[in-house]
């Protein structure tokens, strides 16, 4: 630590080294003019976990889980629902805050969108991604977790993607989720709702996710009527087109277990309609 003018103590000196995060004034600098924000953004990522109050991490864990970029930030609450589901259901998991890194998978998905990018480019992309997501299952082994589990489905589907000889080490966490509640009686109060399960082909590697599965349990909950719309829209293309189909079936919820077609829906729908998570409808069912 560089020796400073001003004497404050120990801590708050640990303090301010620990927020530089190891770069120059310069740096700094040049972060804060180009985001807005002083802190790196696996900092602002951290804290908002510890701000919503994510458990602590669990040491000896089978799973290791990754947050994904953009999930705490979009959806912090459902973190914190899918939190207290695993710990109801006894699921002991282990995370890092502090070094897990981005799939990659927005940059990934920039280069199958655009059609002036040559073939050679793209497989460079996707061999960087593919660097990213080692780093990510790197930290998993280190901490003796048995297989990762991701809490964003477009991470866990392009990671499954990627290394599909380990195909069954990298799950969505709702796949951890359902082998135990597969094994319960689920229940709510009577209620219809509409069933978007999102098309899957703007990101096609979704498609490798248990889709049917996901879909068999969620109508098994007594007292849960679902109504399925049609996949033939894109939440990303004509989300006003699958609010208008559950309009015509004068249905009042849609039910969407596909992250994007969850967040996509919500800003879409602006509550003309409501937009049930899956783990909105889990609560319910598992009474927390």
């Known amino acids: 630590m560089k020796e400073r003018n001003v004497s404050y103590t120990d801590f708050f000196q640990t303090l301010i080294a620990y927020f530089a995060d190891g770069r120059t004034l310069e740096d700094q600098l040049k972060d804060i003019k180009k985001t807005g924000n002083h802190a790196p953004a696996w900092m602002l990522r951290a804290g908002l976990l510890r701000a919503i109050g ?6 000896d864990a089978k799973y290791f889980l990754t947050f994904g970029c953009y999930v705490p930030f979009w959806i912090p609450s459902q973190v914190l629902n899918m939190f207290k589901i695993l710990d109801l259901l006894g699921i002991e998991y282990n995370y890092s805050l502090e070094k897990e890194l981005c799939c990659g998978a927005p940059v990934l998905e920039d280069s199958i969108e655009f059609v002036d990018i040559k073939d050679e480019e ?5 061999e960087q991604c593919k660097g990213l997501m080692q780093i990510n299952w790197d930290l998993g082994k280190q901490t003796g977790a048995k297989d990762m589990v991701y809490m964003c489905h477009v991470c866990a589907a392009l990671v499954r ?8 080490r990298h799950r969505w966490v709702w796949d951890v989720i359902m082998d135990k509640l597969e094994e319960k009686e689920l229940e709510i109060t009577p209620r219809e709702m509409g069933y978007y399960e999102g098309c899957h082909r703007q990101f096609p590697y979704n498609s490798n996710l248990d889709w049917p599965r996901y879909r068999k349990l ?9 109504v399925d719309l049609p ?6 293309q004509q989300p006003d087109r699958i609010l208008e189909e559950a309009e015509k079936k004068n249905l009042k919820a849609i039910l969407v277990p596909c992250g994007d077609g969850d967040f996509i829906l919500r800003q879409t729908a602006q509550e003309k309609i409501e937009i049930v998570s899956i783990s909105g409808i889990v609560m319910q069912a598992l009474g927390i």
Do not use: A, S
């Open 122 to 126: 793209r497989q460079k992309v996707k």
């Open 231 to 236: 996949n033939k829209y894109c939440c990303k």
């Open 54 to 59: 994510v458990p602590e991490p669990k040491k």
């Open 218 to 226: 969620l109508g098994n909950i007594k007292g849960l009527t679902l």
């Open 161 to 168: 993607n990627t290394f599909p000889e380990d195909i069954d």
